[in-house]
Protein backbone atom coordinates (compact mmCIF):
# COMPACT_ATOMS: atom_id res chain seq x y z
CA UNK A 1 0.00 0.00 0.00
CA UNK A 2 1.14 3.44 -0.88
CA UNK A 3 1.13 6.28 2.17
CA UNK A 4 0.12 9.46 0.86
CA UNK A 5 3.94 10.76 2.01
CA UNK A 6 5.59 8.13 -0.16
CA UNK A 7 2.99 8.91 -3.06
CA UNK A 8 4.40 12.45 -3.23
CA UNK A 9 8.25 11.69 -2.75
CA UNK A 10 8.29 9.07 -5.77
CA UNK A 11 6.60 11.70 -7.81
CA UNK A 12 9.21 14.09 -6.86
CA UNK A 13 12.14 11.52 -7.32
CA UNK A 14 10.89 10.58 -10.46
CA UNK A 15 10.97 14.42 -11.74
CA UNK A 16 14.56 14.03 -10.85
CA UNK A 17 14.47 16.73 -7.99
CA UNK A 18 17.27 17.65 -5.61
CA UNK A 19 15.59 18.15 -2.91
CA UNK A 20 13.44 14.56 -3.40
CA UNK A 21 16.74 12.66 -3.08
CA UNK A 22 18.16 14.86 -0.37
CA UNK A 23 13.96 14.29 1.39
CA UNK A 24 14.59 10.29 0.63
CA UNK A 25 17.82 10.10 2.19
CA UNK A 26 17.10 11.98 5.37
CA UNK A 27 13.92 9.96 5.59
CA UNK A 28 15.24 5.59 5.06
CA UNK A 29 19.45 6.56 5.28
CA UNK A 30 19.54 5.59 9.07
CA UNK A 31 17.28 2.94 9.23
CA UNK A 32 18.83 1.21 6.02
CA UNK A 33 22.06 1.20 7.30
CA UNK A 34 21.42 -0.52 10.21
CA UNK A 35 19.66 -2.89 8.35
CA UNK A 36 22.35 -3.78 6.84
CA UNK A 37 24.90 -3.73 8.89
CA UNK A 38 23.12 -6.56 10.48
CA UNK A 39 23.21 -8.46 7.02
CA UNK A 40 26.61 -7.66 6.30
CA UNK A 41 28.30 -7.36 9.61
CA UNK A 42 30.92 -4.57 8.69
CA UNK A 43 30.31 -0.80 8.60
CA UNK A 44 31.78 -0.11 5.71
CA UNK A 45 30.33 -3.04 3.47
CA UNK A 46 26.41 -1.78 4.88
CA UNK A 47 27.76 1.47 3.74
CA UNK A 48 28.49 0.40 0.44
CA UNK A 49 25.28 -1.27 0.08
CA UNK A 50 23.07 1.73 1.38
CA UNK A 51 25.30 3.90 -1.25
CA UNK A 52 24.34 1.26 -3.97
CA UNK A 53 20.55 1.34 -3.32
CA UNK A 54 20.42 5.03 -3.31
CA UNK A 55 22.11 5.65 -5.95
CA UNK A 56 19.67 2.65 -7.88
CA UNK A 57 16.65 5.04 -7.05
CA UNK A 58 18.03 7.44 -9.50
CA UNK A 59 18.76 5.25 -11.85
CA UNK A 60 15.32 4.04 -11.97
CA UNK A 61 14.11 7.30 -11.28
CA UNK A 62 11.51 6.92 -13.99
CA UNK A 63 10.09 3.95 -13.08
CA UNK A 64 9.46 5.25 -9.83
CA UNK A 65 5.54 5.77 -9.99
CA UNK A 66 5.10 1.96 -9.99
CA UNK A 67 6.81 1.13 -6.83
CA UNK A 68 3.49 0.48 -4.72
CA UNK A 69 5.50 0.52 -1.31
CA UNK A 70 8.20 2.62 -0.97
CA UNK A 71 9.81 1.64 2.33
CA UNK A 72 9.72 -1.91 1.36
CA UNK A 73 11.24 -1.53 -2.02
CA UNK A 74 14.14 -0.02 -0.40
CA UNK A 75 14.56 -2.55 1.62
CA UNK A 76 14.51 -5.52 -0.99
CA UNK A 77 17.13 -3.10 -3.04
CA UNK A 78 18.81 -3.26 0.25
CA UNK A 79 18.72 -6.90 0.80
CA UNK A 80 19.98 -7.45 -3.31
CA UNK A 81 22.71 -5.25 -2.65
CA UNK A 82 23.65 -6.86 0.31
CA UNK A 83 23.28 -10.22 -1.03
CA UNK A 84 26.11 -9.32 -3.84
CA UNK A 85 28.49 -8.05 -1.06
CA UNK A 86 28.19 -10.89 0.85
CA UNK A 87 28.72 -13.41 -2.51
CA UNK A 88 31.69 -10.89 -3.27
CA UNK A 89 33.13 -10.76 -0.11
CA UNK A 90 32.06 -13.47 1.65
CA UNK A 91 30.75 -13.10 5.43
CA UNK A 92 33.16 -12.05 7.57
CA UNK A 93 33.88 -12.96 11.32
CA UNK A 94 33.55 -10.03 13.58
CA UNK A 95 36.66 -9.35 15.98
CA UNK A 96 35.47 -9.20 19.64
CA UNK A 97 35.96 -5.05 18.82
CA UNK A 98 33.50 -5.43 16.03
CA UNK A 99 31.40 -7.19 17.79
CA UNK A 100 31.13 -4.29 20.60
CA UNK A 101 30.96 -1.81 18.20
CA UNK A 102 27.81 -3.41 16.69
CA UNK A 103 26.12 -4.16 20.03
CA UNK A 104 25.75 -0.30 20.68
CA UNK A 105 26.83 -0.67 24.32
CA UNK A 106 25.35 3.11 25.05
CA UNK A 107 21.76 1.22 24.50
CA UNK A 108 19.68 2.94 26.54
CA UNK A 109 19.52 0.83 30.23
CA UNK A 110 21.16 -2.14 28.86
CA UNK A 111 24.65 -2.69 30.56
CA UNK A 112 27.22 -3.70 27.89
CA UNK A 113 28.02 -7.24 28.91
CA UNK A 114 24.37 -7.75 27.95
CA UNK A 115 24.31 -5.56 25.03
CA UNK A 116 27.23 -8.26 23.75
CA UNK A 117 25.46 -11.35 24.73
CA UNK A 118 22.34 -10.16 22.77
CA UNK A 119 24.40 -9.04 20.33
CA UNK A 120 26.31 -12.66 20.00
CA UNK A 121 22.90 -14.25 20.03
CA UNK A 122 21.69 -12.26 16.84
CA UNK A 123 24.89 -14.05 14.97
CA UNK A 124 23.91 -17.33 16.52
CA UNK A 125 20.19 -17.20 14.73
CA UNK A 126 19.83 -18.40 11.04
CA UNK A 127 20.07 -16.08 8.51
CA UNK A 128 16.62 -15.89 7.46
CA UNK A 129 15.46 -15.20 11.19
CA UNK A 130 18.47 -12.89 11.82
CA UNK A 131 17.18 -10.69 8.36
CA UNK A 132 13.61 -10.58 9.92
CA UNK A 133 14.68 -9.35 12.69
CA UNK A 134 17.01 -6.60 11.18
CA UNK A 135 13.79 -5.73 8.50
CA UNK A 136 11.61 -5.77 11.98
CA UNK A 137 13.63 -3.66 14.91
CA UNK A 138 16.19 -2.10 13.00
CA UNK A 139 14.42 -1.21 9.90
CA UNK A 140 10.48 -1.13 11.42
CA UNK A 141 9.03 -2.90 8.41
CA UNK A 142 5.55 -4.06 9.59
CA UNK A 143 5.00 -8.08 8.89
CA UNK A 144 3.16 -7.05 5.37
CA UNK A 145 6.14 -4.74 4.36
CA UNK A 146 8.80 -7.81 5.65
CA UNK A 147 6.46 -10.45 4.07
CA UNK A 148 6.56 -8.30 0.49
CA UNK A 149 10.24 -7.78 0.86
CA UNK A 150 11.19 -11.25 1.16
CA UNK A 151 7.91 -13.09 -0.98
CA UNK A 152 6.64 -14.76 1.91
CA UNK A 153 3.44 -14.44 3.43
CA UNK A 154 3.06 -11.98 6.73
CA UNK A 155 1.97 -15.18 8.64
CA UNK A 156 5.34 -16.66 7.56
CA UNK A 157 6.96 -13.41 8.53
CA UNK A 158 5.57 -13.51 11.89
CA UNK A 159 5.96 -16.77 12.85
CA UNK A 160 9.92 -16.57 11.91
CA UNK A 161 9.75 -13.48 13.85
CA UNK A 162 8.19 -15.12 17.02
CA UNK A 163 10.75 -18.27 16.62
CA UNK A 164 13.94 -15.83 16.51
CA UNK A 165 12.68 -13.66 19.51
CA UNK A 166 12.18 -17.50 21.50
CA UNK A 167 16.28 -18.08 20.53
CA UNK A 168 17.06 -15.07 21.06
CA UNK A 169 15.70 -15.26 25.00
CA UNK A 170 17.01 -18.80 25.26
CA UNK A 171 20.21 -17.88 24.21
CA UNK A 172 20.11 -15.17 27.00
CA UNK A 173 18.80 -17.14 29.60
CA UNK A 174 21.39 -19.79 28.87
CA UNK B 1 0.19 -1.54 15.50
CA UNK B 2 -0.34 -4.80 13.74
CA UNK B 3 -2.25 -7.62 15.59
CA UNK B 4 0.60 -9.48 16.73
CA UNK B 5 0.82 -10.31 20.21
CA UNK B 6 4.12 -11.23 22.24
CA UNK B 7 4.03 -12.86 25.30
CA UNK B 8 5.83 -11.07 27.87
CA UNK B 9 8.78 -12.88 28.11
CA UNK B 10 9.09 -12.18 24.02
CA UNK B 11 7.93 -8.98 24.23
CA UNK B 12 10.69 -7.63 26.58
CA UNK B 13 13.37 -9.51 24.25
CA UNK B 14 11.60 -7.06 21.58
CA UNK B 15 12.03 -3.78 23.80
CA UNK B 16 15.50 -4.51 24.43
CA UNK B 17 16.35 -5.08 20.67
CA UNK B 18 14.74 -2.26 20.02
CA UNK B 19 15.76 -0.12 23.07
CA UNK B 20 19.63 -0.14 21.38
CA UNK B 21 21.06 2.86 20.34
CA UNK B 22 22.70 3.06 16.91
CA UNK B 23 24.84 6.01 16.18
CA UNK B 24 23.06 7.87 13.38
CA UNK B 25 24.79 8.24 9.61
CA UNK B 26 27.81 10.42 9.41
CA UNK B 27 27.62 13.60 7.46
CA UNK B 28 30.89 12.27 5.66
CA UNK B 29 28.63 9.18 4.39
CA UNK B 30 25.33 12.04 3.53
CA UNK B 31 27.43 13.66 1.19
CA UNK B 32 28.82 10.73 -0.21
CA UNK B 33 25.45 9.53 -0.86
CA UNK B 34 24.12 12.78 -1.79
CA UNK B 35 27.06 13.24 -4.12
CA UNK B 36 26.82 9.53 -5.56
CA UNK B 37 23.31 10.31 -6.27
CA UNK B 38 24.11 13.82 -7.97
CA UNK B 39 26.33 12.12 -10.20
CA UNK B 40 24.36 9.16 -11.29
CA UNK B 41 21.09 12.03 -12.05
CA UNK B 42 23.23 14.08 -14.10
CA UNK B 43 24.80 11.29 -16.08
CA UNK B 44 25.43 13.53 -19.39
CA UNK B 45 27.84 15.63 -17.61
CA UNK B 46 29.64 12.71 -16.32
CA UNK B 47 29.94 11.13 -19.86
CA UNK B 48 31.12 14.38 -20.75
CA UNK B 49 33.80 14.39 -18.01
CA UNK B 50 34.99 10.97 -19.14
CA UNK B 51 34.89 11.68 -22.70
CA UNK B 52 36.97 14.82 -22.22
CA UNK B 53 39.55 12.42 -20.36
CA UNK B 54 39.51 10.02 -22.92
CA UNK B 55 40.81 12.34 -25.51
CA UNK B 56 43.29 14.30 -23.54
CA UNK B 57 44.50 10.92 -22.60
CA UNK B 58 44.35 9.93 -26.93
CA UNK B 59 46.23 13.42 -27.20
CA UNK B 60 48.60 12.61 -24.63
CA UNK B 61 49.55 9.17 -26.01
CA UNK B 62 49.72 9.99 -29.80
CA UNK B 63 52.02 13.07 -29.00
CA UNK B 64 54.00 10.78 -27.12
CA UNK B 65 54.00 8.40 -29.45
CA UNK B 66 55.19 10.76 -32.17
CA UNK B 67 57.89 12.02 -30.03
CA UNK B 68 59.26 8.86 -29.98
CA UNK B 69 58.49 8.24 -33.64
CA UNK B 70 60.58 11.48 -33.91
CA UNK B 71 63.58 10.63 -31.79
CA UNK B 72 64.22 7.42 -33.26
CA UNK B 73 63.74 8.45 -36.79
CA UNK B 74 66.65 11.21 -35.44
CA UNK B 75 68.67 8.90 -33.53
CA UNK B 76 69.27 5.94 -35.42
CA UNK B 77 70.04 6.60 -39.43
CA UNK B 78 67.85 3.79 -41.22
CA UNK B 79 70.86 1.81 -42.19
CA UNK B 80 71.80 1.13 -38.40
CA UNK B 81 69.04 -0.44 -37.51
CA UNK B 82 68.82 -4.16 -36.50
CA UNK B 83 72.66 -4.26 -37.56
CA UNK B 84 75.11 -6.02 -35.57
CA UNK B 85 78.68 -3.59 -34.52
CA UNK B 86 80.28 -5.26 -36.92
CA UNK B 87 77.77 -4.57 -39.43
CA UNK B 88 77.65 -0.97 -38.49
CA UNK B 89 81.16 -0.34 -38.72
CA UNK B 90 81.85 -2.08 -41.96
CA UNK B 91 78.87 0.66 -43.38
CA UNK B 92 80.41 3.31 -41.30
CA UNK B 93 83.85 2.76 -43.25
CA UNK B 94 82.10 2.08 -46.63
CA UNK B 95 80.60 6.20 -45.97
CA UNK B 96 83.34 7.36 -44.21
CA UNK B 97 86.43 5.75 -45.75
CA UNK B 98 88.71 8.19 -43.70
CA UNK B 99 87.83 6.38 -40.60
CA UNK B 100 90.32 3.60 -39.52
CA UNK B 101 88.26 0.23 -38.69
CA UNK B 102 89.21 0.94 -35.31
CA UNK B 103 87.59 4.58 -34.68
CA UNK B 104 84.14 2.65 -36.92
CA UNK B 105 84.25 0.06 -34.63
CA UNK B 106 83.93 2.34 -32.05
CA UNK B 107 81.61 4.75 -33.48
CA UNK B 108 79.40 1.77 -34.02
CA UNK B 109 79.77 0.93 -30.22
CA UNK B 110 78.51 3.90 -29.89
CA UNK B 111 75.87 4.39 -31.73
CA UNK B 112 74.54 0.91 -30.51
CA UNK B 113 74.31 2.73 -26.86
CA UNK B 114 73.70 6.15 -27.35
CA UNK B 115 74.04 7.80 -24.18
CA UNK B 116 77.51 6.57 -23.71
CA UNK B 117 78.48 9.14 -26.23
CA UNK B 118 81.57 11.27 -26.03
CA UNK B 119 82.13 15.03 -25.87
CA UNK B 120 84.80 14.45 -28.74
CA UNK B 121 82.15 13.14 -30.81
CA UNK B 122 79.60 16.17 -30.06
CA UNK B 123 78.15 14.26 -26.48
CA UNK B 124 74.73 14.40 -26.21
CA UNK B 125 73.49 16.62 -29.10
CA UNK B 126 75.06 14.26 -31.44
CA UNK B 127 71.41 12.68 -30.77
CA UNK B 128 69.03 15.42 -30.77
CA UNK B 129 69.19 16.30 -34.57
CA UNK B 130 69.46 15.24 -37.79
CA UNK B 131 72.31 17.64 -38.82
CA UNK B 132 74.75 15.77 -35.83
CA UNK B 133 74.22 12.17 -37.89
CA UNK B 134 75.76 14.19 -41.54
CA UNK B 135 78.75 12.45 -41.85
CA UNK B 136 78.15 11.06 -45.81
Known amino acids: MLRPADDSLIRELAEGREEAFVALYDRFASSL ?15 DAVQEVFVG ?30 AARRERVLSPEQEQALAAPEAKG ?12 L ?25 GVLAISPNTAASRYRYALEKLRAALEA | MEPFDLPPELAEIERRLTDRCHPPPTSVFRERVLSAMRAERSPK ?9 LAASVFLCLNFGL ?19 ETSARSIRQRHPDLSAWEAHQFAILLQSPPALPASLGGNRAWEGEESWDMR
Open chain 1, 110 to 121: VDSEQAVRLERA
Open chain 2, 67 to 85: SLTNHRAWSEPQWLESADV
Open chain 1, 123 to 147: RMLPSEQREIVALKIEGALTFAEIA
Open chain 1, 33 to 47: LRVAVRLLGSQQDAE
Open chain 1, 57 to 86: VVRVRARLPKVENLRAYLFATLRRAAARLV
Open chain 2, 45 to 53: RSLWNVAAV
